[in-house]
């Protein structure tokens, strides 16, 4: 007898936990579907009557269900073989939606698939359902997020830390082509993917307690608090759902029984506010703007992250082992830059105070547990904490930072008699205007390991930003290039392309991305380069589609794609963009008749809400978006479009729609870039400047099939005391017929003068950025780009020789040389 369709899939379910070995689960008398299930005893819906909201619930549960007990598993098997654990501390993990990514990494595709088939869901808009959890600004945050893929895939025994802020990095919207910010309630509904371990939560105490007052958080001084940190733990599948770790995001409160004390001394209001100031921590992602800086609620929010993930770190530490000089060959903890650089001066206070160790071994294994990554050279964007916030909340903790220093300054003076700069330069404390800690400078001498994110940061890294530690303690520094997870960012998000490369050389490439170099005889193939161009057209229509549906603009797939979607800054340079369409929208201004290979060109990203640069960046970009729209001169030859609501989800569906990548900071100030790699896995083609991870990628692919452009860091940095933008101005016809575009208000007819802070940073103040230095050569960059675009099978040869060199840059390769050359970890497979 043929099984119904529910039966099938209910079977399905059972065998593949079977296939996980956990043996199935047994139904209590009922043999319904897990989906079915959950919608009648969850949600208590009619399945013939329900949204798709209880719909995306439910078979979120569903997948929940086959992952359970491999999760619980995986925690069993760490527990019984007691191997070295590592923790990656992070203030940001950017996950993206985790439905369709825990489908791909169980390899539940044919069951997802069945049931779409089975009961005619509307796949597509169930996935809509699922928030895009913005936990972090950029590419720091994603970064952590790609490196726990790949340590679940690479069956390491790691944990994640964060915090589970209640709204996450803004909702962006435009208005008369401004950034508006609306607040992230990404919490709304319940998430399915946290479980709360209410168990296993910390204490933290600190030494002023907290108020509300006037919407703002006001520190008391002099009043010692306890702060809980209440645990919610997500699943992290590892491809094939062998190992299933966990990223642990803490939320703080007050203790429960707290109130019951204040109501019997009458004070129950009182006591409520304490609690929901207490809350108040968690509560927001702080954007990376230099005022945000200033705020103290975000120095709490570090200690706190660094507090409870210490705590229980160390409790689980103690759970296995009773000789704290084992510490350093049971625990690696990684810093994801300098906000977690708290866990130097506590984790020195529990081995004094609490395992009551001496200080120089405290030190020692202190060292020899942590590790620092650095991920940004801007001096603007290094932490330095005011000394008094210390005092306030944790004096303890200060005593030791001063305690580290004179130990550090003592040995300074040994080893460099009478060099009073060096002193002032290594110390831990800047002394003017007032006194600060410099979190890098803590973090650098307390740890055993520091690195940068590329070849070219890592090494700007140690000669020049932190050049005197790096002289004392020059084992310590090390490069290790970023990478981005090859299953979210190939298999799931451009299944046509991952297909066609399957087809080709077979699914090796999912857990080792070198094999993609095997594709590099096939870009002479012809019949290959007509599937990769099927592909991409597929995909390119597929993105126009979904955009259509989700904004209402349209765009034509039969035009270049050429895109830039990161945080909008001035050292990346979206102005620099915009400068050359401007130019190329010029030319055809100047002579109608001419013909230009049709292009949109796409820009995503969000400005902080208190960097008003960056915000009248996007302006420009959507006045000068809406002046070609309606000039019919252009005849539709070239078209602008700037997304709003950059996040992870429309990452997804952009880069592999993407024939043009933008890469084109200043060259020394991007410290890797990650984008930039899942573009080219994609096959974008990169138009760029030799900075950050750029660099390696372009040595990959080969530099013949990149178009890099503009000044190095050598050049940019040569060039500093002399640059003088106004040069550009008046000897280059077509960047002064821009400037004086842009000046004339042709962009901005019924807002005049808006754009004059354009005028003053690009020559009034001398183009710190240097864009017009650049600007030429991006232009002929480009020339050479739609010139080759023209010859559609080079075009393909090229793309398909940049998928094919761009192994290197999965994180599962960064990963490995993380745990081998850094942690010194290895797997830990679950039986
Ligand atoms: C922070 C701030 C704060 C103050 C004002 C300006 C500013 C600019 C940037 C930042 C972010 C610093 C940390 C960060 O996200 N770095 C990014 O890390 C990525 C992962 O390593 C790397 O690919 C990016 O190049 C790097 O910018």
Redesign the pocket.
Known sequence: MAASPKTAISDLISKLIAQYGCGPIKFSGTDEAFYERHLLFDNVVDANDVTLRERYEAVARSVRDVLSQRWIRTEQTYERENPKRIYYLSIEFLLGRSLANNITNLMLDPIAAQLIKDKNVDWLGLLEQEPDPGLG????GR?AACFLDSMATMQLPATGYGLRYEYGMFKQSIKDGWQEERPDHWLRREDPWQIMRPQESVEVKVNCSFEITGGSLRAEVGKPARLFGIPRDLPIVGYSGRTINSLRLWAAGAPDYFDFQEFSHGDFVGALAEKLAAETLTRVLYP???TS?GQGLRFVQEYFLVACSLADIIRRFRRSNTDWSTLPDKVAIQLN?THPTMAVPELMRILLDEAKLGWDEAWDLTRKTLTYTN??L?P??LERWPIQWFEMLIPRHLEIIFEINRRLLDDVRNRFPGDEGRLARVSLIEESPTKHVRMANLAIVGSHSTNG?AAIHSELLRTITVKDLAEMFPERFNNKT?GVTPRRWLLLANPTLARAISDAIGEGWITDLSQLSKLKPLADDKSFRDNFRAATRATKARFANWLKSKTGETVDPDTIFDCQIK?I?EYKRQLLNALRIVVLYNRVRENPNLEMTPRTFLFSGKA?PAYHLAKLIIKFINNLASTIDNDPTMRGQLKVLFIPEYDVTLAEHLIPASDVSNQISTAGY?????SNMKFMMNGALTIGTRD??TIEMAQEAGEKNFFLFGLTAQQVADSRGWYNPHWHYEHEPETRAALDLIFSDHFSRHEPGIFEPLRDTLLTHGDYYMHLADLTSYLDADRRLVELYANSEEWARKAILNVAGSGKFSSDRTIAQYAGEIWNAKPCPVG
């Open positions: 600004n950029g590419g720091l970064l990376d703007d230099s800086l830059d991920h940004t801007l603007e964007a994110v970023n945080r800054h902080a991007e410290a890797s870039g990650t950050g991870a």
